[in-house]
């Protein structure tokens, strides 16, 4: 089998190769834009590492002059830097760094993993159309990418990066691979180093994990090595609380199931654009809705233990959801979660309950729908999808086949639903603020919000089809409201 770089590519490294014959410096291409090609899952936007000798920094300030790239010191103890190159629609990542050692074979023994350990000089890499015979593998990680398997180059691999324990499973979600038995036993005995590594790259790796199709299997497995519980200590106390003859699993054990069930469902919804652009969408960084939402059923049971209460022989859980999404707000916070992250997961743990509570009723109105839009507003999607993973996630004696079946089809009919208002055009409003200051002399206040809410609710659901009706609407409510 051939392996070579493509040709977008080839142009670029070309250019640093002829910028390093200026500055007599040799460069390897090493780690993972090598691993990539191997295994032809080659990133849209490249990222390439790069090591040489020494004075990485000055060469790679030099280069980014010469090419017209963004240019930030990593590491200045160790020699690190980064330069950012965009051509035409691509972003590059070009990472450079000194030696970790006197030699190259040195210097690879410092890396994470074997599939990452693998190196090829520059020259060799712009020179030849088959990198196959010509890639540098000291630590055999060819070998374990054919066993598709993740193991450490050197058993000081997580005391030099203990974020190195994250990454072997956000590498093996992506490949699909396996971890070795021996990292896997250097994994227990070093998790607790976890605590030094910032929050920022431990979110970005457990992001990895949530973005991949196949999630559930490795959070599984950071859950046996309690690695978890260092990431999120708050869900400890959801084992072995037991929710009574509607489930068949504790609270804990039901929250892993229905980020299960929610794969199973995204990929149900694969091959419909809306569902699928909508869980595409980037919130924050690079974060899309779909690796959201997979925390989000992790968490939405999150504040029954807090809840939890016993009412005669039966156990109750009553106001779980508002106290899960308070516990969310301060995982979400711990993570450095943006902003708009933080809004739409306590979104979706606050309002997961209302899509069964809608399939639950004998006649879902109108009402019951314009306000769940608009409470849920951009989520609502989002909290349909959970919805329907914890509805198929909960499995007790009790559990009736004919409510398991109104509640798909109702959940099913608003995802539809959401998405078709998405592209109406809303309708123009029949009464605005001025209007009501001329016809009821008001003054600027909270009474205004209340009442151009309710009049969208009433028009929107047919019950406001004038100007008129819409201003005697708001003449009851105005009295309504003097009478409080």
Same mark, same amino acid.
């Given at each position: 089998m051939t392996f070579s770089i493509r040709p977008q590519d080839i142009t670029l490294l070309k250019e640093i190769h002829r910028f390093a014959l200026s500055q007599k410096a040799k460069l390897y291409i090493v780690g993972g834009y090598l691993r990539d090609i191997l295994s032809k899952r080659q990133k849209d936007n490249p990222d390439i590492d790069f090591c040489l000798s020494g004075e990485s920094l000055r060469f790679g300030r030099k280069l980014?002059? =010469?090419?017209?790239?963004?240019?930030?010191?990593?590491?200045?103890?160790?020699?690190?830097?980064?330069?950012?190159? +965009?051509?035409?629609?691509?972003?590059?990542t070009l990472d450079f760094a000194d030696f970790r050692a006197a030699t190259l074979k040195g210097d690879l023994l410092h890396r994470d993993f074997t599939i990452n350990s693998l190196a090829i000089g520059l020259l060799e890499a712009v020179s030849n159309k088959d990198l196959s015979g010509l890639i540098i593998d000291p630590y055999h990680g060819r070998q374990d990418m054919q066993k598709k398997i993740i193991r450490v180059v050197n058993h000081k691999s997580f005391d030099e990066d203990p974020l190195r324990i994250l990454r072997a499973f956000s590498l093996a979600c992506i490949f699909g691979f396996k971890i070795d038995q021996g990292t896997l036993k250097l994994i227990k005995a070093k998790k607790n180093k976890l605590s030094v590594v910032s929050w920022e790259r431990i979110r970005d790796e457990l992001f990895k994990i949530l973005h991949r199709p196949n999630a559930f299997g490795y959070l599984k497995d950071l859950d046996k090595l309690r690695i978890l519980n260092l990431v999120m200590p708050e869900i400890e106390v959801m084992r072995g609380v037991n929710q009574g003859p509607y489930h068949h699993l504790d609270v804990f054990k039901h929250s892993l199931e229905t980020v299960s069930q929610l794969e199973i469902i995204i990929q149900e919804y694969k091959d419909d654009r809306d569902v699928d652009n909508y869980l595409n969408a980037v919130i924050s960084g690079q974060r899309q809705r779909r690796s959201l939402i997979k925390l989000g059923a992790f968490l939405h049971d999150i504040g029954k233990p807090g809840a939890r209460r016993r009412k005669g022989n039966k156990t109750i859980f009553h106001g779980h959801e508002r106290i899960g999404a308070e516990i969310t707000?301060?995982?979400?916070? =711990?993570?450095?979660?943006?902003?708009?992250?933080?809004? @739409?997961?306590?979104?979706?743990?606050?309002?997961?309950? +209302?899509?069964?509570?809608?399939?639950? #009723?004998?006649?879902? &109105?109108?009402? @019951?729908?314009?306000?769940?839009?608009?409470?849920?507003?951009?989520?609502?999607? #989002?909290?349909?999808?959970?919805?329907?993973?914890?509805? =198929? #996630? &909960? +499995?007790?004696?009790? &559990?009736?086949?004919?409510? =398991?079946? +109104?509640?798909?089809?109702?959940?099913?009919?608003?995802?539809?639903?959401?998405?078709?208002?998405?592209?109406?055009?809303?309708m123009p409003r029949l009464v605005n603020g001025d209007e009501l200051i001329r016809k009821f002399r008001l003054k600027p206040s909270p009474l205004f919000g209340k009442i151009l809410s309710r009049l969208e609710e009433l028009q929107a659901t047919g019950r406001l089809k004038s100007k008129a009706q819409a201003l005697e609407a708001a003449r009851k409510i105005i009295t309504k409201e003097a009478r409080k």
């Open positions: 980014a002059s =010469r090419i017209g790239a963004g240019f930030v010191v990593l590491d200045k103890e160790h020699g690190c830097c980064r330069l950012v190159k +965009r051509i035409k629609d691509k972003i590059y707000k301060i995982i979400a916070k =711990r993570l450095k979660l943006s902003n708009e992250e933080l809004a @739409a997961l306590r979104k979706m743990v606050f309002w997961h309950l +209302r899509p069964g509570y809608m399939g639950d #009723s004998k006649i879902l &109105t109108a009402r @019951a729908k314009f306000r769940y839009f608009r409470d849920c507003a951009e989520e609502a999607a #989002s909290v349909l999808l959970l919805s329907l993973a914890d509805q =198929r #996630s &909960t +499995r007790g004696p009790l &559990t009736c086949r004919q409510s =398991r079946l +109104r509640h798909e089809e109702v959940v099913s009919g608003l995802i539809k639903e959401y998405f078709r208002k998405l592209k109406e055009k809303k």
